[in-house]
């Protein structure tokens, strides 16, 4: 059915949903959970919450409200999933939203995430469809943690590597996101499952344009490249570069290593913000105060070879 209040459904692989109360409030509404990827279970509620919790974010919009999705064996002991939802209600706490409620299912497999509800001005509101000729990219966390976490599985991590990597994971989005708005953001979503080329990808085709990614500009977590390059690579990295193969073009000179991280699945990763330039340096400076490893990685064309390039 159409409806001209829906401003955002899932044509183009949006954040989240968007429809129009009236002249001056937009909802916004998304949902995500996946299983643990990290064995301590306080953190991975806190991991889980702040993934689905920057849904809302890379809309422009503030969280309100949220509902906890938990998958739980039958057998796990009350104080391990106490663990998961107090994580989820801490990291809900700390966003300024609220859980008012959920749902629980028995699973084999633990499962943790939310559905959340947020608002936004409709002359804030955010969509990966805005990039435009000549603007630049920023990126507002490290990549890595699919590649970390893996490693971390396999005993290969030290603890010091694996905890920069939660607590990226477990940092929001919204303080970057609210230091950039001054500036003027044109497009903007988060990097997550598909990995930053696979988010470009679905920014370009938003937008029309095409992303060039500089490889060398891309902020990096400490020993991911290490990894990397020891073949320590999640299966979903393997099956993002299979799957944008038509869609991206590699330069040749970028090491294999690089570009598994540039596929490498995401975990409550960063935001991707097309801007322009002309106040790209004010607002990297801005985000650079609750993300010191922010960087403007890449640039946007209105010329098209493929959705994104990597040189």
């Not at 938003?206 to 390059?229: F, H, K, N, Q, Y």
């Not at 040749?252 to 409550?268: E, G, K, N, R």
Request: charged content about 20%; hydrophobic content about 40%; proline content about 6%.
């Amino acid at each position: 059915m159409d409806d001209p209040d829906l401003l955002v459904g899932f044509e183009n692989a949006d954040d989240a949903s968007a429809y129009r109360l009236d002249d001056k409030t937009v909802i916004l509404q998304s949902v995500d959970l996946f299983p643990p990827v990290v064995d301590d279970p306080y953190t991975f509620g806190q991991i889980a919450a702040a993934n689905a919790l920057s849904d809302i974010y890379a809309m422009g919009g503030s969280p309100k409200l949220a509902m906890n999705i938990f998958c739980c064996p039958p057998e796990m002991p009350e104080e391990v999933s106490g663990e998961i939802l107090r994580g989820g209600n801490d990291k809900v706490t700390e966003a300024s939203a609220i859980i008012t409620g959920g749902h629980t299912l028995k699973d084999r497999e633990p499962k943790y995430g939310l559905s959340v509800t947020g608002f936004v001005k409709p002359e804030e509101l955010l969509t990966n469809a805005g990039a435009r000729d000549g603007d630049v990219l920023i990126l507002t966390k490290a990549l890595g943690t699919g590649i970390l976490n893996t490693a971390e599985k396999a005993g290969l991590l030290d603890e010091e590597s694996a905890a920069g990597a939660a607590d990226s994971m477990t940092a929001l989005n919204g303080p970057a996101l609210e230091k950039a708005k001054p500036y003027g953001i044109h497009g903007c979503t988060d990097i997550t499952g598909f990995g930053l080329v696979g988010h470009c990808r679905e920014m370009a085709a938003a937008s029309d344009v095409m992303l060039t990614i500089d490889s060398g500009s891309v902020p990096v977590m400490d020993r991911a490249l290490e990894m990397a390059g020891q073949g320590i690579i999640p299966a979903g990295a393997y099956g993002n570069r299979e799957f944008l193969k038509c869609f991206s073009e590699i330069s040749p000179d970028v090491p294999v290593a690089v570009t598994d991280i540039l596929f490498d699945p995401q975990t409550s990763g960063g935001l991707l913000i097309a801007a322009s330039p002309e106040h790209a340096e004010e607002m990297l400076a801005e985000i650079r105060q609750t993300r010191p490893e922010a960087s403007v990685i890449g640039s946007v064309s209105g010329r098209k070879t493929a959705d994104v390039t990597v040189i």
